[in-house]
C-alpha cells in the first residue's frame, strides 16, 4: 500500500517524490513516520531550495539533495540515502574536514575550491563554490549540516583562458616598448604594459581590473583626468602635454577611444624640456611661499587625518567598519590635497569639488538620476577641505542607503550665490529622493552628519540643516564665499 505523502513534503520536484517514496525503513535515519521535526524541516528546505543542496544528517552522514544537486553528481552511484563520504570518497580528504567542521558547529564558506572527483567514470578536475552550516535542534545541538553548492568549473576555466590571452596581449604591448594602458567603460584598467607599471611603480597586481582613481586617487580633477573623461565622453582623440599628478612629471599623452566606449592611452616622458622652460618662469619668492605653504598644510592635514581617524573609530562597530570607513575618507581626502596642489592653477569651484566626489562613486553609470546644476563659484582655499569632507560623507551615504541605492531614487544637487550683510554667501541644496524606508535615521546618522552640523558652522560660520525623512533627505550648507581670510588654509 502506497504512503500518503506528508503534509510538509508536499512539494513539486523529482526529488521531493524520491525522497517520499524510498525505504528509509532500511537506512540509519529510520522510517520517515518517525522522523523528528529538525530533519522534516530541513529536508523540506532542501527541497525547495532553487540552488544546488544536499542535507547530511546524524553520525553517519546520510545524504539527501534536491533537484539541482543531481548534475553535481553525474553518474555517481545513487548517492540518496548514503553515506555522505562514500558518495564522495575519492575527494573525501578534502572534503572530509569541512564536513567535521560543520558537524562541529562551525559553518565554512569557500570560493572556487579545486576537487579531484569521479562522476562520469574517471576523474576530472572540477571547481565548486560552497557553503557548509550545521542545522542544529532545538536545544543547539548539531544535527547535521546543509551543504549548498555551485559548480564554477566553466567560470575558472573561462577565467584562465582570458587570463592567457591577457599575458599573450601583454606581451604584444610590452614589445611596444612605449608606456601604454587601457581601460574599460567603467574606468577599471584592463592593460599596463611594462614601461607604464615601470613609470608608476606598480605591478599588475596592483592595478588590473580595479577602477582608475581607486589606484590614483590624486588625479581626481587634473587636467589628464579630465582629458580622459573628454574622450570617452565626445569619442574624439586628444594630445596633450601636461604634468601627471601620479608622476608628477611633464608628459606627453595620446588618448584615443576604444571600440566599447573605453579609452587607450600612451605617454612618453617629456620632463627634461619642460621642466627646463619651467624653471626660466621660477622664482625663489615662489619656492619659499610653497614650502611654507606645504609645511603649514602638512601640519593641517596631520590634525585633520587624526580627526578623521577618531571620529571614525568612535562611529564604527567592528574592525572591518573602521578600515572601511577610515579608507574612504582618506582617499577623500587625497582627492582635495590633490586638487589644493594645483589651485594656483586651477582655481577650485563647488562644482569641482562635487563632480569629483560623484566620479569617485561611479556616478556615471546613474547620470540619468542625478542633477548637478549651478553657476560657477570658486571656493576659498580655507574652505575647501572641510566642504569636500562634507561632501564626501554625503555621497558615501546616497550609495549606501539612500537615492542611488534604489534605482527610483533621484539626486538633485543645486547651489546659487547671494549677498548677505556685505559678504557674498554659497546656499547649496542636496536633495535626495525615492529611496525607500532603507535609508534608515540610524544608519544615515554618525560622523557625516555630526560633521555638516557641528563642524561646519563651526570651522567656516556655515548655516546648515540635514532633513530626512522616510523617501526623501534634504541637506542645505550656506557659507560664505568672500572675506574669508580669517580661515586657515
Not at 540610524?442 to 561646519?456: C, K
Request: glycine letters at 8%; charged letters at 25%; hydrophobic letters at 40%.
Amino acid at each position: 500500500m502506497r504512503r500518503p505523502q506528508p503534509q510538509w513534503l508536499r512539494i513539486d520536484s523529482e526529488m521531493a517524490h524520491r525522497l517520499h517514496t524510498h525505504d528509509w525503513a532500511a537506512t540509519p535515519l529510520g522510517p520517515m513516520e518517525a522522523w523528528p521535526a529538525e530533519l522534516r524541516s530541513a529536508a523540506a528546505f532542501v527541497m525547495e531550495n532553487r540552488f544546488p543542496a544536499a542535507l547530511v544528517w546524524g553520525p553517519h552522514l546520510v545524504t539527501i539533495y534536491n533537484d539541482a544537486f543531481g548534475p553535481i553528481l553525474g553518474a555517481k552511484p545513487e548517492a540518496l540515502g548514503r553515506s555522505f563520504a562514500d558518495v564522495w570518497s575519492e575527494a573525501w580528504t578534502e572534503i572530509g574536514p569541512i564536513v567535521e567542521r560543520a558537524m562541529s558547529g562551525r559553518s565554512t564558506f569557500i570560493e572556487d575550491y579545486p576537487l579531484r572527483i569521479d562522476r562520469s567514470g574517471h576523474g576530472e578536475d572540477a571547481f565548486f563554490t560552497f557553503s557548509c552550516s550545521p542545522v542544529r535542534g532545538a536545544d543547539g545541538e548539531v544535527l547535521g549540516m546543509i551543504d549548498t553548492v555551485v559548480e564554477t568549473t566553466a567560470a575558472v576555466r573561462a577565467r584562465k583562458a582570458l587570463l592567457e590571452n591577457e599575458e599573450r596581449l601583454q606581451t604584444v604591448l610590452d614589445g611596444i616598448g612605449e608606456a601604454f594602458y587601457a581601460l574599460d567603460r567603467n574606468w577599471r584598467f584592463l592593460f599596463a604594459s611594462r614601461s607604464a607599471l615601470s613609470a608608476w611603480g606598480k605591478t599588475p597586481d596592483d592595478i588590473m581590473g580595479r577602477p582608475f582613481l581607486d589606484c590614483f586617487p590624486q588625479a581626481a580633477g587634473s587636467a589628464p583626468y579630465e582629458a580622459h573623461r573628454r574622450v570617452m565622453r565626445t569619442g574624439k582623440a586628444e594630445t596633450l602635454e601636461t604634468i601627471s599628478p601620479v608622476l608628477d612629471r611633464w608628459i606627453e599623452a595620446d588618448l584615443a577611444p576604444t571600440p566599447r566606449g573605453g579609452l587607450s592611452v600612451a605617454f612618453r616622458d617629456i620632463d627634461g624640456r619642460k621642466r627646463a622652460e619651467q624653471a626660466l618662469r621660477d622664482s625663489e619668492a615662489r619656492q619659499r611661499v610653497m614650502v611654507a605653504e606645504l609645511q603649514h598644510r602638512t601640519r593641517n592635514l596631520l590634525a585633520v587625518v587624526r580627526s578623521i581617524a577618531e571620529q571614525t573609530i568612535r562611529t564604527s562597530d567592528s574592525l572591518e567598519g573602521f578600515h572601511a570607513g577610515l579608507n574612504d575618507r582618506l582617499c577623500a581626502l587625497s582627492r582635495v590635497q590633490g586638487l589644493l596642489s594645483r589651485s594656483q592653477e586651477e582655481p577650485i569651484t563647488i562644482e569641482a569639488l562635487i563632480r569629483t566626489e560623484l566620479d569617485a562613486l561611479g556616478a556615471d553609470e546613474v547620470a540619468d538620476r542625478i542633477l548637478v546644476h549651478g553657476p560657477e563659484i570658486r571656493l576659498h582655499e580655507g574652505a575647501v577641505q572641510t566642504v569636500a569632507l562634507a561632501l564626501h560623507e554625503l555621497a558615501i551615504s546616497t550609495r549606501a542607503y539612500g537615492a542611488l541605492l534604489d534605482a527610483n531614487g533621484r539626486l538633485r544637487i543645486t547651489w546659487r550665490s547671494y549677498a548677505d550683510e556685505a559678504r557674498q554667501r554659497l546656499a547649496l541644496e542636496w536633495r535626495e529622493s525615492g529611496f525607500g524606508a532603507r535609508g534608515s535615521t540610524t544608519a544615515r546618522g554618525g560622523y557625516g552628519r555630526e560633521l555638516i552640523e557641528r563642524a561646519l558652522p563651526y570651522v567656516l560660520q556655515a548655516r546648515t540643516t540635514y532633513d530626512l525623512g522616510e523617501t526623501e533627505l534634504v541637506c542645505t550648507i550656506d557659507l560664505p564665499i568672500a572675506d574669508m581670510n580669517d580661515f586657515e588654509a
